[in-house]
């Protein structure tokens, strides 16, 4: 099947467009709050926080015996609440800082996460096969109850997200600035971190513990590239995640023996890869052109400098000694005259030159610019 006959049958067949929406509910909702996880410099977070999540579906899984999704999926929320606020707790009781303390947090929770479900593995209990889904994600168990759950949790994102708009807004840029306001920048913290860890456990399923984090930061750091505007970062990271999980589940379904979550997941790559490199204010390539234009007008105001210091200190400027100074002048070059020429800074008769009126008030703005910087 190519990728034609995928989106052709997607309207048609139930499970394909059941795990096509989730994903692209899911990119979307991630793409959201990847976008304050990135901007709050706190992108180790959603792996922090989706390998805290492991333990819990672990232990949901030992006490109710069930493969239950929503059991195990509450199990994780509340695995991965602990782990947040432990998180919280070990950066503002100790001396370590952010990184250390979520790096911490991943390493023991993972390691507990992983103990448990060795432990469970080798239980007679026939129920436990399949758990370790959770660790790469298997997007084709998704069913439409799970979609439901994310249509949901993605609505309530968008309401919290609109009615605290402006706190969070200011809590990113300035969180002191909100502390003297009157603002609970306590509570603002807890609710836009809740939200995230909601995005993280909802996305277990389909991308898995290992690769979440990517989920949720690639569409906001693509994002990022292209504005400096908060509220289009938010619209474009959610319109990017929502892609990446479309043409990733495209992709893995077309293809034998592609995964879904790593194929969402190098899709979204591409995206941080395409944005890095193409975006029009941060992107290289444009970056790079701006560099040799800048370096191109730099000779060129060099060198129309150069030829208004000889045209004030040579009264005959025709003469060849003259032309040989300029010549010999090292940012000179035949082309940076010829575009003086078509700029109408420089009239060019043969070998010789002269300034029109044009290029001496641009040659004396320039002096004068130079003479500024200098006091």
């Known amino acids: 099947m190519d990728l034609g006959d995928y989106f052709s049958m997607v309207f048609s067949d139930y499970t394909l467009r059941t795990i096509t929406l989730g994903t692209a509910i899911l990119g979307a909702v991630c793409g959201m709050l990847g976008s304050f996880a990135v ?4 992108s180790l977070l959603g792996d922090a926080i989706s390998h805290a999540a492991l333990p819990g579906i ?3 899984f030992l006490i109710t015996g069930a493969k239950d999704s929503n059991v195990l999926l509450i199990g994780a929320l509340v695995s991965g609440m602990i782990g947040t ?16 303390a979520l790096g911490l947090i991943l390493s023991l929770f993972f390691g507990f996460g992983m ?14 096969a399949g758990l370790d889904k959770y660790l790469f994600g298997q997007a084709a168990t998704l069913l439409e109850s799970d979609v439901w759950m994310m249509a949901i949790a993605t609505s309530a994102c968008l309401v919290v997200l609109l009615l605290f708009w402006k706190e969070f807004k200011i809590l990113l840029f300035d969180a002191d600035y ?18 995230i860890v909601l995005a993280i456990v909802l996305g277990l399923q389909t991308v898995g513990v290992v690769l979440m984090s990517a989920m949720l930061l690639a569409p906001a ?28 589940t495209a992709i893995s379904a077309s293809q034998n023996n592609l995964s879904t979550g790593p194929v969402i997941v190098l899709v979204a790559g591409v995206f941080v890869v395409f944005s890095f490199i193409f975006s029009p204010n941060r992107g290289l390539l444009f ?3 701006r560099i040799s234009k800048n370096r191109r007008d730099l000779k060129l105001y060099k060198t129309l400098a150069f030829m208004h210091n000889i045209a004030e200190d040579h009264e005959d400027i025709s003469h060849p000694h003259t032309i040989k100074i300029l010549n010999n002048f090292q940012g000179f070059t035949k082309k940076s005259l010829q575009k003086l020429v078509e700029l109408d800074f420089v009239i060019l008769q043969g070998n010789m030159w002269s300034l029109t009126e044009k290029g ?16």
């Open 58 to 60: 672990a232990i949901a």
């Open 39 to 42: 901007l709050r410099k706190q």
């Open 85 to 100: 606020f432990w998180i919280r707790g070990i950066v503002s009781k100790t001396h370590l800082k952010s990184d250390t």
């Open 115 to 128: 103990l448990l479900l060795t432990y469970i593995q080798k239980q007679p209990n026939a129920n436990q």
């Open 221 to 248: 750091a693509a994002a990022r590239q292209w504005t400096n505007s908060l509220g289009v970062m938010v619209f474009l990271a959610a319109i990017f995640g929502a892609f990446a999980g479309v043409f990733g």
């Open 360 to 375: 001496f008030k641009k040659a004396e703005n320039l002096y004068n610019q130079q003479s500024h910087t200098h006091e």
């Open 178 to 195: 909100t502390k003297t306001l009157g603002f609970n920048t306590r509570f603002i913290d807890i609710l836009i971190t809740s939200f």
């Open 287 to 289: 970056k790079q052109i």
